[in-house]
């Protein structure tokens, strides 16, 4: 048996795959104030603290206008180098091997920045990370509900030009606003192009959005899936489908998805035999990592060691990796995390 301080010991030093985390909430406070400086906007700070502080969310709706004021700051392709390097060297710190980032490329363009070179600035910022500290790390490209299905289409011609690391599309936004059904031809067009699909659903709005998703989008995960506990069809129709549920723990508690993480529903999920993952959406944002996220699991909802590690391999299996390098990389973890157990 191991004791406490073993148990955390391990769990941070797990293997781990991050599947859904966007490249913008990564916005680190200190780096939040270069962008400002760079951009030569006006400062909203002074201070990192000031930044800090500016990332208290009242609520869901409040979190997206700080995020678009993040986004306002982004006023250069180049920039996206910095942040998806920061994402990564944070994650590769928690002992994150394979990481899924999401990246809104609509809310840039639409600021005036060019998709291929932003694309450009993203993979500088992935090969860095990548020979800096091993991790790899694959691309989801964001479609944003908000800008409407036309938009959509058009960001699938975006990536029909440029694709380079981009394995799937994403639709997050103001999901109770904006809901998935009007996406089903994207999303059909995505597939044929070969791309893996997700979208969140379940996160702002009822298990309605996640029917939408899986029915008419046809995702192979869901970014969220909260309210998928609402309803008992759904959780077997998940399951029978083998649809995977992206959990982001602490930005539910944050933006007030759940009123604490002992109301989150990964338990559920994970007891329901569900294919269920631990995620951090905006680490920087909400103040968290992927070794905060799996140390609470352990603390307030009892995941055992090897509970978390079942967590990890299930990021691995439902990961957008081809085959070959899923299970690579699965031997990996399995060998490293006998390796720790054998000196725990
Ligand atoms: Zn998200």
Redesign the pocket.
Known sequence: MLSLMDAEQLIKKLPKAEQ?V?IVGSTRPETLLWLAEDSGLPKLFKTAKDARRFFKFRDFPHFIDVYCTVVDFVTKESQLERLTYELLESDARCNVKYVEA?FSAPDHVLRGLDYGKMLDAVNRGISRARMGFGVECNIRVDLVRNYGPEKGMEVLDWIESKNDNVVSIDL?GSEERFPAKPYKQAYQRARKMGLHLVA?AGEAAGPESIWQAVNELGVERI??GVAATDDPALLRHLKTKGIAIEA?LTSNVKTRVVRTLKNHPIKTFYDSGLTVTVNT??PSMFGTDMNKEYLQLHRQLDFSPSELFKLSLNALNSSFLPEESKSRMRKAFIKEYDRLLNKG
Do not use: L, N, T
């Open positions: 859904h966007h999401s997050g969140h970014g969220h982001c959406d905006d």
